[in-house]
């Protein structure tokens, strides 16, 4: 029964399309550039103007102004994500103080499977002040290689290479400053 199993997975595996690949093979790394991610405009002024977008509607994230943007792949189901809560905001508070990253990097949370009830639960509850979007229906969460959460990336959408992804981390943040010194780090090669 064991040598049958065996040979049916075996089957199966060379029957598979070709193009099919695992979750890790998909999921961004340093060099690649974003998928194409299409979210609703945040419906409050404030959100819209800090990610400069002018209008309501669909857009695309690597067209928010700015040079860098970070991302972060949570579920408000997660835990680790709860506790990583308070560490994003402390970076986006960071990002926001400082002279040389205000304006010029952006943050934005992608809530994978939370409808947008979910995501702004989440929102009020963390205290979450960057615009969150919902990921109801995993599409974009299938088309980053269904990271687990939370999953971090930072790429440029500076107007040289919109969209190319410079670093990505799963799980916990990095501390505060190397975060932040990162940031700057990118921002100095542009």
């Not at 998909?26 to 979210?39: E, N, Q």
């Not at 500076?158 to 010194?181: C, Q, Y």
Request: aromatic share 8%; proline share 6%.
């Amino acid at each position: 029964m064991k040598t049958f199993c065996l040979r049916l997975t075996v089957v199966l595996l060379l029957l598979a399309p070709p193009g099919m690949a695992t979750s890790a093979e998909k999921a961004p790394a340093a060099g690649d550039l974003l998928v194409d991610i299409r979210l609703d405009a945040p419906e409050t002024p404030d959100q819209r103007a800090y990610l400069g977008l002018s209008e309501e509607g669909r857009f695309d994230p690597r067209t928010i102004t700015g040079q860098l943007l970070v991302i972060e792949i949570f579920s408000m189901y997660c835990p680790h994500c709860q506790r990583e809560a308070p560490a994003v905001n402390r970076l986006y508070q960071a990002i926001e103080a400082s002279e040389t990253l205000r304006g010029r990097v952006k943050m934005i949370g992608i809530g994978v499977g939370n409808s947008a009830y979910e995501v702004d639960h989440f929102r009020k509850h963390y205290q979450i002040a960057f615009p969150l979007f919902p990921d109801e229906d995993f599409i974009i969460h299938k088309s980053v290689g269904e990271v687990r959460t939370p999953f971090f990336i930072i790429a440029s959408i500076g107007p040289n290479d919109k969209g190319r992804v410079l670093w990505t981390g799963a799980g916990t943040m990095d501390k505060l400053e190397a975060f932040t010194n990162r940031l700057n780090g990118f921002l100095s090669l542009d």
